[in-house]
């Protein structure tokens, strides 16, 4: 019977750590669960400015625990920048302008990660502002002569 002793109390603690380390994977996927991944990596360039303008959708409970924590900006497959961050100013978004040159055709791969694991990217083809501007009138004389040609009397 003293012979048994060892191996029964080996045997409780065996089960014991079983049941603990099971606890700290539940605890360790519930805390991971609530978190909130990256929705969005959104690029806009200014020629005038000559800057890149990073919007990166990201709602936040706690700015200074869940944030946007390091965005790398490539321009046509070569990183440029890396910038690190410690908090998320806004609740919603991380908004970030970067100076940097660039011509029609470049293109911009940015890159967001969470400080709780997700990451996400944009990629911006860089156009000249008044192509947009003529695609914008373009598609607004094409509205007007839809509501025109709808609202015409027969």
Do not use: W
Request: with cysteine; aromatic share 8%.
């Amino acid at each position: 019977m003293k012979k048994r002793l060892p191996f029964l109390y080996f045997s409780c603690i065996m089960r014991v750590m079983k049941k603990i380390s099971i606890l700290i994977v539940l605890m360790f996927l519930a805390t991971s669960a609530f978190a909130r991944p990256i929705q969005s990596v959104e690029l806009e360039y200014d020629f005038e400015a000559q800057m890149l303008k990073i919007e990166v959708m990201h709602k936040t409970r706690n700015k200074t625990q869940e944030f946007v924590r390091k965005i790398v900006i490539s321009k046509n497959g070569q990183e440029v920048e890396v910038r690190y961050y410690k908090i998320q100013p806004d609740p919603d978004k991380l908004v970030v302008d970067i100076a940097i040159e660039a011509k029609e055709g470049d293109e911009f791969l940015v890159q967001a990660f969470s400080n709780e694991g997700g990451s996400k990217e944009g990629v911006l083809k860089v156009k000249k502002n008044d192509q947009k501007e003529e695609k914008a009138n373009h598609s607004q004389a094409h509205e007007i002569l839809a509501a025109l040609s709808f609202n015409s009397p027969k």
